[in-house]
């Protein structure tokens, strides 16, 4: 099956500008999540979708950055304007989804600079 | 706040040797354990999960959870180069939230 699809991979902006990232889950995965990876960090969750609800985005720096799932499927997060400090790797997972134990599958994920 | 732990290392073991990879979490109610081996530039790859006490083998990989203690390692047997990377230990709950460790990087000399 195919995995987690993601674009673009790399992306150079400067601050104030805006940037668009794209992900497309594993099919039929219902659960999809962007995370926010810092050079020598571990991901950082931004936004939990379960189908096209947002379950989580207690950590989603919400005046700047949006993110949608409109059909349930593939998703968008957007900065606007961005930050220096936004410079990271913005990582999609997606995982089954429903009760019990689930894994959870990475996309190649996008590399932003903000110079 | 749920917390994993891993000591970031870096854990250099020659070639050939057991490399062992710890981790603890803070919330009794997890449910389920990964281990995910990620190169530098590169996204997470899984390479273990584990759901029960006990150890559970893949090839050279072992993971050992003991949930009365709140801890979860992987041991890699007969360490390759090619095992050189950071590896990320996650929990999960059962509402398909997971909960990372900031990743222990391994050197695994030739």
């Known amino acids: 099956e195919a995995g987690v699809a993601q674009s673009p991979r790399y992306k150079i902006i400067e601050k104030r500008q805006s940037v668009a990232f794209w992900c497309n889950p594993i099919s039929g995965h219902a659960t999809l999540y962007w995370y926010q990876q810092i050079l020598g960090q571990g991901p950082k969750l931004l936004i939990q979708f379960q189908n096209n609800g947002v379950v989580d985005d207690s950590q989603l720096p919400k005046d700047r950055f949006s993110a949608e799932r409109l059909k349930g499927v593939d998703s968008t997060l957007k900065i606007q304007p961005a930050k220096l400090e936004d410079s990271a790797v913005y990582l999609c997972?997606?995982?089954?989804?429903?009760?019990?134990?689930?894994?959870?599958?990475f996309g190649a994920g996008t590399r932003l600079s903000v110079l | 706040q749920k917390e994993v732990e891993q000591n970031s290392g870096p854990l250099s073991v020659p070639e050939g040797a057991i490399a062992s990879l710890n981790c603890t979490y803070s919330?009794?109610?997890?449910?389920?354990f990964f281990w995910y081996r990620q190169y530098s530039g590169k996204s997470p790859e899984l390479i273990m999960f584990i759901y029960s006490n006990g150890d559970k083998e893949d090839g050279r990989f072992t993971a050992q959870l003991n949930k009365a203690s709140q801890y979860v390692s992987l041991l890699i047997r007969d360490s390759q180069p090619s095992d050189s990377a950071t590896y990320l230990c996650?929990?999960?709950?059962?509402?398909?939230?997971?909960?990372f460790g900031s990743g222990t990087k391994l050197n695994v000399k030739p």
């Open positions: 996650v929990v999960g709950d059962n509402f398909n939230k997971f909960y």
């Open positions: 919330d009794r109610g997890s449910q389920s």
């Open positions: 997972a997606s995982s089954r989804g429903g009760e019990g134990s689930n894994i959870q599958y």
